[in-house]
């Protein structure tokens, strides 16, 4: 732990004298050439103060009102300096002064201040912040809050205690006792870097340890479904009515492009017509904020005709929960005997409706609101079908110009 250099002086104000002849009693905390005045609610008589000193000379009731008053505050003063001196290994004269003041403070540990994150963020849904990712800020919580007690033997940790050993424990614990994929250990991950970057913004940290770390994450790929897959979905309906509802979901996902956030929140205002009668989405993604523009085809305008009457208000499809959604989606795939997630539509509209038509992947990405095209490239999958497509597109302009493949000899 540092040394700093750390004296506490009493003055009074001369220059503004109280309409009953007092002034008031001002400290200065200075530590390491830094200052921080705090002002007190004790009144002193000028004639009876000491500068040299820095207390009140005699015993009369106002010396000895203010001399009790500097111990007192001074004991404080040395008590806060103390506590997070040991908490942080550095103190500044402003954290001591916000501690005295009761203002300011902030957590010293890593679990109290990820608790402080997530009732700020709570009190955000709605406004800027959605009930998914909070959500997503508990459960990183509460594998941290595990992994503290079970892995660290202790409640809370400190935060100047956060070293890169704590990181890569941290992330050995979610892959081998969570057995998380790699995706979610980089998103866990990812949000403890948040935590101590707060902690820099907040001066509880002088320094971030884990700022030029960067968690690993796996290489994006489209996950769509295979097109006999697709087709069978497609074909065959279900008995269960709520799977019978999910897989109308995931069908106008898959014809739209809209993620869940997006399909929930989708109403009559999205939808525009054009002189020709085309109806279109037009619809800012949660997500990114850019716009999506789809051209709505008759698969998933039936879908909103069907639903038609269940509206309760101004959003055109009842789509439950995220959660609820997932779980359906996942015993959808179990009768159909695939592997199913709700997000594979998107990936089937980017993949199979789209750019395996032939539509220009400069489209897609504004079909998907996508910000840059290089998102767009993930669902580029080019299908054994494209290939054949083009392969035989290729040998009819060969043949239609007359050339000829040019194969060299085999050396032995």
């Not at 503290?148 to 006792?177: H, M, N, P, W």
């Amino acid at each position: 732990m540092r040394r700093s250099t750390f004296a506490v002086l009493f003055y009074i104000n001369r220059t503004k004298v109280r309409k009953d002849g007092l002034c008031q009693l001002l400290c200065k905390v200075s530590i390491d050439a830094e200052a921080a005045q705090i002002g007190t609610k004790v009144a002193v008589d000028p004639v009876i103060w000491n500068p040299t000193t820095g207390r009140a000379d005699g015993r009369s009731r106002n010396a000895n009102a203010v001399n009790r008053a500097i111990d007192t505050l001074t004991e404080e003063i040395k008590a806060h300096y103390k506590r997070i001196n040991l908490s942080l290994g550095f103190v500044t004269a402003e954290l001591v002064k916000n501690a005295v003041k009761g203002i300011g403070q902030k957590p010293l540990t890593l679990l109290a201040l990820f608790r402080e994150h997530n009732e700020e963020f709570k009190k955000r849904i709605g406004i800027d912040r959605t009930k998914e990712t909070y959500k997503c800020y508990v459960r990183s919580y509460n594998h941290l809050r595990e992994f503290v007690q079970e892995k660290c033997g202790q409640e809370d940790i400190t935060l100047r205690s956060l070293d890169r050993e704590f990181y890569d424990a941290f992330d050995l614990f979610l892959r081998t006792e969570r057995c998380l994929q790699q995706k979610s250990v980089h998103e866990h991950l990812y949000r403890l870097k948040k935590m101590t970057a707060r902690a820099v913004n907040q001066g509880t940290l002088r320094r971030d340890p884990y700022c030029n770390l960067h968690p690993e994450l796996p290489k994006r790929k489209s996950r769509h479904l295979k097109l006999d897959d697709l087709k069978r979905l497609l074909a065959e309906q279900v008995v269960d009515p709520e799977l019978r509802r999910a897989r109308d979901w995931f069908i106008f996902s898959t014809f739209t492009g809209l993620a869940y956030a997006d399909l929930k929140q989708l109403s009559e205002k999205h939808i525009t017509q054009d002189t020709e009668g085309v109806r279109w989405i037009h619809i800012r993604r949660q997500k990114t904020g850019t716009e999506s523009v789809v051209r709505l085809l008759d698969i998933p305008l039936r879908i909103i005709e069907k639903y038609r009457a269940e509206r309760t208000d101004e959003r055109l499809l009842p789509i439950c929960s995220y959660g609820k959604l997932q779980r359906l989606i996942r015993k959808l795939g179990e009768v159909y005997g695939i592997d199913l997630t709700f997000h594979m539509a998107r990936h089937n509209f980017g993949t199979h409706i789209t750019l395996s038509l032939g539509v220009p992947i400069e489209t897609v990405s504004c079909m998907m609101g996508h910000r840059r095209l290089m998102t767009t490239q993930i669902y580029a999958h080019v299908t054994d079908r494209k290939v054949d497509e083009d392969t035989r597109l290729l040998r009819k302009l060969s043949a239609s110009r007359k050339l000829e493949l040019y194969e060299e000899p085999i050396k032995n």
